[in-house]
């Protein structure tokens, strides 16, 4: 059976091992060529007067290119291979393994549309048989050589009795991309899936959400977007204010006074990603939105009218007229610049703190 119907175990001992290191498909297939196959298990030579017929089986839940790897290296292990690829029913699958995300007519319905596969064998035995080779004519099972014992406790190797007969093709895994590998990332980003579907239409108890739950979820997306809000809105008004200060013009800002507008910003920030990781308490996720949607006014505001004191000091009191450059060298106008950076200063002051 294909890796995803074994014991979890096999396939971390497999990986840990190196010995499923993946491979591109055509080079996998040129390794697995002819009565050798580049592999210490035995082979019987294929029939030369019609295509071999070449078994690959598995669960194959939410089909994905790591299956259709594995399928193409079994389809070209020979120059002319018919290839049938089992499917295990719901059934099985739930009592040996678990549950699966596609019913059993989903999964047989998406191998047939793989270009690698010829024939579908639905109700696949969760074992295969030698009578079962037989009654299908199949010259080879194809499949990754690490040994898998079976959880339905009937033998220790799967494809031993195969490997014995000659009758067994090496393919290799492809690493980084497995079913339960897709469900782990859904189960990770659970949230945002949730929202995607609510957004799309489907109900709470579509998706099986209590009241608390949905609202929960809601609200910590709201809070998400309003700190991405509250970084976007600090930078843009920051930069408008950076855009005004010319290399000329000596800093207007004293040191403490940017210190406290950087940590007053960083303080919203932090208490909006509190409550987005819900560390600030359920109480306050309800009414959050709108305590930071005036924070965030204020914070324009305030921010504003800082603009608004170093733009106009700036022209005003900084730069020289042009009467005054005729009759004022440029040490002049430095000493000036200097005499009038204490008023600046104190009117920016006043503006980040109104």
């Known amino acids: 059976m294909v890796a ?7 396939g971390k001992a497999q990986r840990q091992s190196g010995k499923a290191a993946a491979q591109p498909p055509a080079q996998a297939a040129a390794a697995q060529a002819g009565p050798s ?13 019609r295509p071999v017929r070449v078994y690959a089986d598995g669960i ?3 089909f994905h290119f790591g299956h259709a790897r ?13 290839l049938m690829v089992g499917v295990c029913n719901d059934a099985d699958t739930l009592k040996f393994k678990g549950k699966t995300v596609m019913t059993e007519e989903e999964r047989y319905e998406s191998l047939r549309h793989c270009k690698w596969v010829d024939e579908v064998v639905p109700n696949a035995p969760w074992v295969i048989t030698e009578e079962f080779l037989d009654e299908h004519n199949i010259d080879f099972v194809a ?10 406790g009937q033998t220790d190797d799967v494809y031993g009795f195969v490997k014995k007969l000659g009758r067994f093709k090496e393919t290799q895994r492809t690493e980084g991309v497995s079913t339960s590998d897709l469900i782990l990332r859904i189960i990770k980003d659970y949230n945002d899936y949730v929202l995607r579907n609510l957004s799309r239409g489907y109900s709470r108890k579509d998706l099986g959400l209590s009241l608390l739950k ?17 970084r976007q809105q600090r930078l843009q008004v920051a930069d408008r204010i950076r855009k005004h200060m010319s ?8 040191p403490e006074v940017e210190q406290s507008v950087k940590d007053w910003a960083s303080g919203v920030e932090a208490l909006v990603d509190k409550v987005v990781s819900g560390e600030a308490g359920l109480e306050l996720v309800d009414n959050m939105d709108k305590y930071v949607s005036g924070f965030i006014s204020s914070f324009e505001r305030r921010y504003s009218k800082l603009e608004r004191v170093i733009k106009h000091t700036v022209s005003r009191t900084l730069l020289p007229s042009p009467d005054k450059k005729k009759g004022a060298g440029s040490s002049g106008g430095q000493k000036a610049a200097k005499g009038k950076a204490p008023a600046v200063r104190r009117a920016a002051g006043k503006a980040a703190k109104a």
Do not use: W
């Open 4 to 10: 995803h119907v074994k014991q979890k175990g096999a």
């Open 37 to 49: 196959g580049g592999s210490s298990i035995p082979h019987r030579p294929p029939p030369t007067d």
């Open 60 to 62: 194959f839940d939410l």
């Open 70 to 82: 594995a399928l193409e290296q079994a389809k070209k292990s020979f120059p002319n291979v018919y």
């Open 143 to 152: 499949h990754d050589a690490l040994p898998y014992a079976d959880t339905s």
């Open 214 to 230: 949905e609202k929960r979820i809601k609200a910590s997306a709201r809070m998400k977007q309003i700190s991405q809000k509250v």
């Open 247 to 254: 290399e000329r013009v000596p800093r207007i800002l004293p």
